[in-house]
């Protein structure tokens, strides 16, 4: 039997929490070979992320990526010894001893495990401590797998160790209907599909990273979320729902997502204009999530990360897109209502926007795809709009 356990950044927040982490550790270890993949302390990679801007607004992203990879090292040798401590054999390997990534820095994918001397080490008994969120690019430099990568780190660690199941310890006891720290009466799954996990983690639950759970797909790794303080059973992320002998619910949750901003064009109505603007987009990689399409106007949504390269690609093609004006909006929120309900039920998604309609959300975007009902709503309506959704479902205790 083999285990990889990945924890977050509360339960490393501290010598006394890694304490605690290394007595589940110990205990887990007494059954099974044991992999440990860990977060830095909670609150360490803003930290680290602010002195990058502090250090140049403009920052090299491979040395943002040296800068932030940081935390996960201190607390992988800081458990490693703890473990050690404690009695047992541990010893930490770094990220980028292992995991290949490849792509954008800040944001990379994982490519391979090198897993020949991690396997060595569990196989003779050592409890491995693994940094998560960062692996090696093919030109020998630290990259960083994006915020909350540990959570890919830990599935894509687990499948290049054949491991039997991959458990992510967190803050909260399971993947919830919703938010719990938005709504309290919000109900712990037992298990949930892995698709609508996908589109859960897509839509702002950032309980799971979500490249996390597509990779959970694709290597048919068993993964659970389960809380590091309460010993209680989380949740299953099911890849194989036919073989699973429970009733597959409409609607598994609402999610929240605070991180796109609105960009609004005025621009008269001719073809070739939302095709304009998206061919301007992408020639600075950049994508859109939302549209919405009037006769003057032409609105879209992209990360606010984005936001300010976003407008001056637009501004460099307003000829091309016809437009006259930009502004942009940044104190937006979408709320997304997942199941797979709203395939096969349409009236729940007319239910979704009555709801809104109802406690008076103006409804600025929206989207609907297979398992999803999505709503562009103003920043400080999102709470608002995730109670009234999630007590119109009937989704809480
Ligand atoms: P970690 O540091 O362990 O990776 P994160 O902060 O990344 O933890 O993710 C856990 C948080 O996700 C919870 O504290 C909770 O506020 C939030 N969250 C958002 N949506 C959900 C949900 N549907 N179920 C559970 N937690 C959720
Ligand atoms: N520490 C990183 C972050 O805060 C990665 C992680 O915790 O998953 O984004
Ligand atoms: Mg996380």
Redesign the pocket.
């Known amino acids: 039997m083999r285990v990889v356990m990945k924890f977050?950044?509360t339960s490393m927040a501290g010598i006394e929490r890694i304490r605690h982490v290394a007595r589940l550790v110990e205990r887990q270890a007494a059954s099974s070979e044991t992999c440990v993949v860990v977060?830095?302390m909670a609150g360490?990679?803003?930290r680290l992320v602010q002195f990058c801007k502090e250090a140049a607004a403009h920052h090299d992203p491979r040395e943002y990526d040296v800068v932030v990879a940081s935390?996960?090292q201190v607390t992988a040798g800081l458990l490693a010894m703890t473990l050690q401590n404690a009695g047992l054999e541990a010893r930490s390997f770094m990220g980028w001893q292992l995991l290949e990534a490849s792509g954008v820095h800040g944001n990379a994918r994982v490519e391979k495990i090198e897993s020949g001397a991690l396997d060595g080490a569990l196989r003779a008994g050592t409890v491995a401590v693994i940094p998560?969120?960062q692996g090696r690019t093919e030109e020998g430099r630290i990259a960083t797998l994006g915020?909350?990568?540990?959570?890919t780190s830990a599935v894509a660690i687990a499948a290049g160790l054949r491991a039997d199941r991959c458990d992510i310890y967190t803050d909260v006891a399971g993947v919830y209907t919703t938010d719990p720290r938005i709504e309290p009466t919000a109900r712990k799954l037992e298990a949930v599909g892995a698709e609508e996990m996908l589109e859960l983690a897509g839509a702002g639950a950032k309980v799971l990273?979500v490249r996390s759970v597509g990779l959970a797909i694709r290597e048919d790794m068993p993964l659970t979320v389960r809380s590091a303080f309460e010993d209680e059973p989380g949740t299953h992320i099911i890849t194989n729902w036919e073989e699973a002998d429970m009733e597959r619910i409409a609607i598994s949750g609402i999610a929240a997502d605070r991180s796109e901003a609105l960009v609004k064009l005025a621009a008269s109505d001719r073809p070739g204009r939302l095709a304009a603007a998206l061919r301007a987009l992408a020639s600075e990689g950049l994508s859109v999530d939302m549209v919405a399409q009037g006769p003057d106007s032409l609105h879209f949504t992209v990360p606010k990360t984005n936001l300010a390269r976003a407008l001056k690609a637009l501004d460099g093609a307003k000829d091309a897109i016809g437009q006259t004006a930009v502004t942009s909006d940044d104190n937006v929120a979408k709320v997304s209502v997942v199941g797979v309900g709203i395939r096969s039920n349409p009236e729940l998604a007319a239910k979704v926007f009555d709801v809104l309609a109802d406690r008076q959300v103006p409804l600025l975007a929206a989207t609907l795809s297979e398992l999803k009902a999505s709503a562009l709503v103003p920043d400080e309506q999102v709470d608002v709009a995730v109670r009234a959704l999630h007590a119109a479902f009937e989704l809480g205790e």
């Open positions: 977050g950044g977060s830095a360490e990679t803003d935390g996960e998560g969120f915020r909350g990568g540990s959570d990273q």
